[in-house]
């Protein structure tokens, strides 16, 4: 959940987007009320946890860095959905094909691919990562790109394309996704035995279980279905849910959990599990 897109830019919107709008408006309330003037008015624009704050905008940068950088890394490379559809669109109806006869290897279609996924020099391109943008076939000024179907006889002066894949990347993903599910089991059980030291005698006591959202059912169901996008948390009248740090053990960082010292859980309240889109809270 923490590498899925809409979850990214929920917890961009809730931890960062929204304090910064609200303290915007503050301001204006500030001035607008010395002028007698109360078209705006105060509101609460506290940050939720200084943790998601800063996750927030270390994720928002590096995004927006990758994106201006590199065009869409991050979407066909890191992100699961991307990294999904890119199998997908190995086997497309229409492809972009170079014709190897006419190329003289320029390089200008590399320059515009958004994707990175053209190596002009070698002729190929990473079908995985292409998003069919038709940038390429604008810049090219030999006609040495064409779009045309992946299945049926091809013109013989087209190279033979090759089914090439940057597995670098793909890596790069599946070792972080290794690396965070070990820890996600290591760390939980040695919160679970910490213990505290307690006057003349060592007693050792579990921690108890964070407080769950209700309706979560169970941490085991709130892990299995939360991808940590915050809309619980942006929602919640009395601001009594946050984010979660090790609360849950790595493998819940994000999601949310219930704070009593910031809030309260209305009784007849069902907002949370009214606008979780995941089922995760019911
Ligand atoms: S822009 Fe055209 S000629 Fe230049 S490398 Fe790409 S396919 Fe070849
Ligand atoms: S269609 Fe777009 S993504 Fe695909 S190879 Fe051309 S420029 Fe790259
Ligand atoms: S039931 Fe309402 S008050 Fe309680 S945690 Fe959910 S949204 Fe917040
Ligand atoms: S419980 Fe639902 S709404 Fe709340 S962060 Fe998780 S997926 Fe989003």
Redesign the pocket.
Known sequence: GLLDPYSIYGRMATNVFRSLYMTGNNLLASVFSSFNNYTFYQTDATIRSLFSFFGGIVMFLLVGYLAWKYGRTWCNTICPVGTVLGFISKCSLFKIRIDANKCNKCELCAGACKAACINSKEGTIDYSRCVDCYNCLEVCKRGALSYSPSCGKQSKTVKEEKQVTDKSKRQFLLSGLTTGLAAATAVPKAVAQKGVQMSGAQVAYKVKHPVM???AVSIKHLQAHCTSCHL?IS???????RPAFMEYGVGGIMQ?V?DFEK????YD?????E?CPNGA?H
Not at 235 to 241: D, E, N, Q, R
Not at 263 to 266: K, L, M, P, V
Request: net charge positive; charged share 10%; aromatic share 4%.
């Open positions: 959202p209700p309706g619980c929602k919640c009248p009395s601001k009594v849910l949310p219930a809030g309260f859980c209305n309240c069902t907002v949370c599990g606008v809270i």
